[in-house]
């Protein structure tokens, strides 16, 4: 069965981190681009962070550049999100999930992505 799982998420305050993961099962997930995304309620989903597959290439949004970080280890079959200074607008469910055409990130078009995950929520509050 091909999923992702994601993990790591919690509650934490403001300024602190926190590493996330999403975890491939039933497919090798370093034949693919891999896109962390983010939600609150009410929010349309918004592109956080993607990781290119031929060159580790990576991409932030405006919002998190400087205090995320993408990074994979195929051997695990896993991706990372590490999350440092963290602010209580990073609050929200995160879900990777697979770019469906392309080695390389290309954008966060939602709909260009298969195979989301549950998510894991992150709460940023003092």
């Known amino acids: 069965q091909v999923q992702l799982v994601e993990s790591g998420g919690g509650l934490v305050q403001p300024g602190e981190s926190l590493r996330l993961s999403c975890v491939a099962s039933?497919?090798?997930?370093?034949?693919?681009?891999i896109g962390w995304f983010r939600q609150t309620p009410g929010k349309e989903r918004e592109g956080v962070s993607c990781?290119?597959?031929?060159?580790?290439?990576?991409d932030y949004a405006d919002s998190v550049k400087g205090r995320f970080t993408i990074s994979r280890d195929n051997a695990k079959n896993t991706v990372y999100l590490q999350m440092n200074s963290l602010k209580p607008e990073d609050t929200a469910v995160y879900s990777c999930?697979?770019?469906?055409?392309?080695?390389?990130?290309?954008?966060?078009?939602?709909?260009?992505?298969?195979?989301w995950g549950q998510g894991t929520q992150v709460t940023v509050s003092s």
């Open positions: 039933g497919f090798s997930l370093g034949y693919f681009a």
């Open positions: 990781i290119s597959t031929r060159d580790g290439s990576a």
């Open positions: 999930a697979v770019l469906r055409s392309g080695y390389y990130c290309s954008g966060y078009v939602p709909s260009d992505y298969d195979y």
